[in-house]
């Protein structure tokens, strides 16, 4: 039996401790806890054994299900292998042990490393000054659209307070733009899945801050014509902004900047490796191109020409501070030490990898699951629900296909997302995957093809191998039951 299986939380037994400490009798040595530094009170905590509270945590921790413990395709927020050298060098004692408020004469080595890391990225995206002070993607964007607004309220250009943003885009950016306080007006896409260049058209006109683009986009695929976009929203004195978040298929390869955008974020906590969800924090550093390198929030990094030292300063130009600090600095490490042990030619072969790896796994399960957009996808694609429509699998969801996942050992893909189809599963395999485990997930996924006719009762309870079944997702987001 699993520990699981009697989920035990009320450990506590009256009296039961996890320590003693008895008088210690040695020679002159205080036999006890001075009086000033005892509590009055006891705390209020559980009382248990130190094998009963060390065994609760390792039993939880066994119950976690994260990329070291197995594939997590999620689609839209590339879950690749963190490696872990990158975790010992970001627990360096030199950079861990440093505060913010330190002299900069005595934290050069990591204002150093703030400025190299920014001139990598801006090498690998094509922008001219980088910023590693957001803390997340979406805090990325915010920073993003408030450079963009101080950029056209900076020219006098005040009406410009409308944002065009496509019907595929991730939600953080909507959401980013209107809490930055702009209109945001949506733009279809095709049949194809890209943008609708004739819908984008009528909608360029004075009061347009800019277009915020993901590309290849939500549904993997290439915006080809981004030639187009980019020319028709600087003629209309539009900004472009680039959501860089999953930059796996183009590392290397393509540069945002040479396609003309303005602004745009990175997901280090994505494409360059560094844990996050339960794993830890991340980093959305912000690149702009040349005629906007003034507008950067505070602080920034300076290195004076003459001696070569670095320091730190506010930028009068830019929209203040985003963050209290220089961003999450040991995630900052962490993707400083995964660029310099790819190297710059190792790089290159992220996204082919990262791109292969998709095909291969959209093409192996096309024949099963409905494929609505067929052309090459780059790092990711989206199923839109089984092919099979028969009546023998009527009202099997992809819910269910991604519950069945889970007693597959498998972490499910995305699913719901993008909106632009109902029975959205969206696949990215990353190209840290060996080919065994791409085979074994599209044996899984074939398989639960053939349970969908054969026992659909089995995915429709699914799943069944997990410390917890199927919970209902309403009543456990509008009555959460957070103690047992
Ligand atoms: C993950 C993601 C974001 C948001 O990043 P967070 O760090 O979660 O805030 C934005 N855009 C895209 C396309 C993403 O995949």
Redesign the pocket.
Known sequence: MKYYDKLIFELSREGRTGFSLPENGWKDSPDDIPGNLRRCRLPDLPQVSEPDAVRHYINLSDMNFGVDTGFYPLG???MKYNPKINEEISAHPGFSGLHPLQPAETVQGALKLYAELSSWLCSLTGMSAFTLNPF??????LTGLMIMRQYHISRGDTKRTRIIVPDS??G??PASAAVCGLEVVQVKSTPAGTIDVGDLMPLLDDTVAGIMM?NPN?LGLFETEIREIEASVHAAGGLLYY?G??MNALLGKVRPGDMGFDIM?L?L??TFSTP?GGGGP?A?PVGVSSRLAGLLPSPVVIRDGKTGKFSMAGNPGGPGRISGFAGNFGVLMKACAYIMALGKRNVTKVGPYAVLAANYIKESLKDRYRLPVPSLCKHEFVFDGLKDVSPAVDGISTLDVAKRLLDYGFHAPTIYFPLLFHQSIMIEPTETESKETLDAFIEAMRKIADEAVSEPELLKTAPHCTPVGRPDETLAATHPVLKF
């Open positions: 839209s927020c590339t997340a993607g979406a805090h990325g964007e885009a991730h953080t950016n993901t939500t959501d978040a999953n974020h997901n906590h994505k996050h991340g959305g």
